[in-house]
């Protein structure tokens, strides 16, 4: 979906993320996300949602990679102490960066209450994994997904957020706001608040 519908996160907000992180001087940029719907093998893929959402515009006008992580190499990981996921595959973009900012949207979920950063964090892993999370259970895949990798900071997306089956434009709910913290785990608290989930 276009950027401003609540779906995905709003193309203003990544570049401000990505204006207030290049201010830092890092060595290197990259925004990264793999989509779930189509997995990048059917109908809707990485790259389409790269276009639409306006992140593609974004990278190119700030000069930072734009990488599908569905197309990445993975490794696999071991979980210590896992819930029902005992190895899980995860980008070698994310494994080898220094620093992950998540950026989710504002949404609720129709299977586990809520879309914001630790659920967001399914973005890192490839297709099968994705559909292993749903199998095993999904709640506890993504504890044991964020065991493993989880956003060193995260930056909500409450512009327009999405509450229902995420038709456009009834399920869009402008909220006007934008979160932020360092502990993912208490802005999606927050986030699940502003909901009321």
């Not at 093998?41 to 790269?50: D, I, K, P, R, W």
């Not at 070698?92 to 879309?115: A, F, M, N, Q």
């Not at 327009?160 to 399920?171: A, C, K, R």
Request: net charge negative.
């Amino acid at each position: 979906m276009p950027s401003g519908t609540g779906s995905t996160t709003d193309s203003r907000v990544t570049e401000a993320v990505v204006r207030l992180v290049l201010e830092h001087g890092p060595r290197r940029v990259i925004i990264g996300e793999g989509c779930g719907a189509g997995y990048d093998g059917h109908s809707h893929s990485t790259e389409e949602a790269f276009s639409l959402s306006g992140t593609r515009d974004v990278a190119a006008r700030l000069d930072v990679e734009l990488r599908n992580l569905n197309q990445d190499s993975f490794a696999e990981v071991e979980i210590p102490d896992s819930l029902v996921m005992s190895r899980v595959k995860i980008a070698r973009t994310v494994l080898e960066s220094d620093v992950i900012i998540g950026v989710p949207v504002l949404k609720t979920h129709v299977r586990t209450h809520v879309t914001l950063s630790l659920k967001n964090m399914k973005g890192v892993i490839p297709g099968e994994e994705k559909r292993k999370t749903h199998r095993l259970g999904l709640d506890q895949a993504i504890v044991d997904l964020n065991r493993i990798v989880r956003p060193h900071f995260v930056v909500l997306d409450a512009v327009v957020g999405m509450q229902g089956l995420w038709s456009y434009p009834e399920d869009s709910v402008r909220v006007g706001l934008v979160g932020a913290g360092a502990h993912a785990l208490s802005v999606d608290i927050a986030g699940a608040f502003l909901m009321r989930v």
